[in-house]
């Protein structure tokens, strides 16, 4: 922990900024008495405390529009189970057109060739109303499934907006993903309609998916009709029965009003990754989803009308849904199709420039890439209208936040996140009104009852390593498990633990200071005689290494009662640098402790990961404790299957012994 922070509000934009208007407006409409309406403790105490009249606050504060108003805020409040505005209604995909001026851009996307084209907030109205028509047309009503099977895309925001407006229910992956990798997600959901692009660019290369997506649609039971997109250049997947084109759609006779649903009618289906067995589906419904998002860019992140906001991601991870939720609030939404490294390393931050982003997210990942390749965003381009970088889908070490200051900006705000799929949104985060300290994340969320609990359902005192777990329900908690009809699997998931509280999974600290440090998967946390270890002190402790350009480090229950902590590392540049073992053991003794030296550090050409770039810590240890492959890890969900078949050959046939370094063969491709 650092003594100081090392980044603090602007108090000219504290006063401006929506979280201190909304915290001021609690004040004087008599719902909350906070004092300092910029202290941002006594407003999240505020919020866990009452969650039903703080989740009735931000309904009003942002003036939902209620087709039906609810009878009450929170009716039963229990985990699960929750009821939330009971006889509520309202649309979704209604509110994603009602902010933006007509002749402002609503959505931007940007290739890596190059390549923009846009869309104004008038022509998403015109395009999402025809869309819809076309839906209904084709005998669509609500509850039915619109699947989508398609690259970043504009055609992607419309076609969503569209779904949301009838009270059909959206799910989609990428264009990445096989047919038969896709079919696994779609065809546990019957879909009535396929929307389905013809292709992708991802560093540099041309990727034809014709041919899936014609696969994809003979795999998806009780299909009516197909509606085909040309992307990427390619014509569209060819005709055949019950298909019809994007023109097409554009061309129907429009719908522009949105079909009032209940607060819990499903919105969306989010697929977990699906790397240890089939992808479960998570049910979120329009009410719950709206509120969050409302919260979590307009509250935390101070999304507005005057911002352009953009979060580099695909349609295969929950921050596609998460960014395409800046429409609620009025901004200029920016979609990039490609490679984030293509064509070179500086690709995002000459974008961020270009366009003028306000509002960039990236991952630790981009942000250790940028560092090793000594780029100087702040010298060499124009990031003056650049306010907050957000960051999530691993832990970013204390070390980018240094590295940010001095090469990006020291004024900017680097606010770190967690949350998920699983809620579609934050657990823990910044706001304009925290501090920031190097390696840890400012504040549980607004509405977020975060503690950290023992494996005996005790509270921990600060600092004390343990669960994370959530005490007090949220609306954007999962209505339920896709083909969960008795709510087992759902309990089994998150409540299995401690019944009535969500189990997170996150290895978690707490701090006096009430910020928070995520050590890691708790799943995935190593057990050294008796000491519990995070995966990610030891990612941390060599992350600014030049020598290191990606890591993966599992303990390993052993049948004789040993134990063995790898440390496979990808070598960046020389692909066998003289003593680096030693160089790594030395610095995690350093910066983290000699517990956390892994017994032996296993150079790899290259790495496996999840489709959005997470490490395969839970896969790879199950597999080293003698699961089969093949049941512990679902090949279709991993981005190299081959890189993981190296890991796991290198690692069986190791030589044990804490001086000793395993070498495979040479990198064989670039990462």
Known sequence: MTAEPSWLPDPARVRESRIARFATWLDTEGRASLGDVTDYRALHAWS??????????????????????????????????????????????????????????????????????SITY????????????????????????????????????????????????????ALDYAAPSAADRMAQLSPRVLIAGSGYRFGGKLHDRRGDARELRDLLPGLRHTITVETAGLADPAAGPDTSTWAEALAA?????????????????????????????????????????????????????????????????????????GLLHGATIVLYDGRPTSPGPDALWRLVADLGVTVFGT??????????????????????????????????????????????????????MSGGTDIVGIFVASAPTTP?????????????????????????????????????????????????PDGRRLRDTYFDMFPGVWRHGDLTVLTERGTVMILGRSDATMNRHGVRLGSAEIYDAISDMPQVEDTLVVGVEEPDGGYWMPLFVVAHG????????????????????????????????????????????VPVKRILQGADADSAVNRGAVDDPEALDLLISSARSRRRGPDQVNRTSPRTHDQ
């Not at 979704?92 to 057109?97: I, K, Q, S, T």
């Not at 025809?130 to 209904?136: C, I």
């Not at 009838?166 to 992956?173: D, K, L, R, Y």
């Not at 522009?256 to 977990?272: C, K, S």
Request: proline content about 8%; aromatic content about 8%; charged content about 20%.
């Open 48 to 117: 866990v405390a009452h969650p039903g009249e703080f989740w009735a606050a931000v309904a009003d504060f942002f003036d939902v529009d209620w087709s039906t108003r609810p009878r009450g805020a929170l009716a039963e409040r229990r985990m699960p189970g929750a009821v939330w505005f009971p006889g509520g209604t309202l649309n979704f995909g209604h509110h994603m057109l009602r902010a933006g001026d007509d002749d402002q851009e609503a959505v931007i996307l940007v290739a890596e060739t190059g390549e923009r084209s």
């Open 122 to 173: 008038a022509a998403l109205r015109t395009q999402a109303a025809a869309v819809a028509g076309r839906l209904r047309a084709l005998g669509v009503e609500p509850g039915d499934r619109v699947a989508a099977y398609l690259p970043n895309c504009v055609e992607g925001v419309v076609a969503f907006v569209a779904t949301a407006m009838v009270g059909a229910v959206w799910a989609q992956t």
């Open 253 to 325: 006779e429009p719908d522009p009003v949105g079909v009032a649903v209940g607060f819990d009618h499903p919105l969306w289906v989010l697929f977990t990754s699906g790397t240890t067995g089939r992808p479960k589906g998570i049910v979120h419904g329009h009410g719950g989803v709206l509120l969050e998002q409302l919260v979590s860019p307009g509250l935390h992140m101070d999304i507005n009308r005057r911002d352009v906001f953009f979060w580099y991601t695909t349609p295969n991870w929950m921050m596609w849904n998460a960014q395409v939720c």
């Open 363 to 416: 991952s630790p990942g981009y942000l250790e890439v940028s560092q090793r390749a000594g780029l100087e965003p702040g010298k060499d381009f124009d990031l003056s209208a650049l306010r907050l970088v957000g960051v999530t889908g691993s832990v970013l070490p204390g070390s980018a936040n240094e590295w940010f200051r001095d090469h990006v900006s020291a004024k900017v705000q680097l606010g770190s």
């Open 436 to 484: 920031v300290y190097d390696g840890e994340i400012s504040a549980p969320a607004l509405g977020a009852a975060v503690q950290v609990w023992n494996a005996d359902g005790e509270e921990v005192p600060a600092g004390t390593p343990g669960e994370l777990v959530i005490t007090e329900p949220m609306p954007s908690m999962p209505l339920r498990l896709w083909d969960d």
């Open 574 to 617: 020389e692909q066998d640098p003289p003593g680096l073992a030693g160089l790594i053991r030395r610095r995690i003794t350093e910066r983290a402790s000699p517990r956390h030296v892994p017994d032996e550090v296993i150079l790899l050409a290259r790495l496996p990961h999840t489709k959005t770039g997470k490490r395969l810590e």
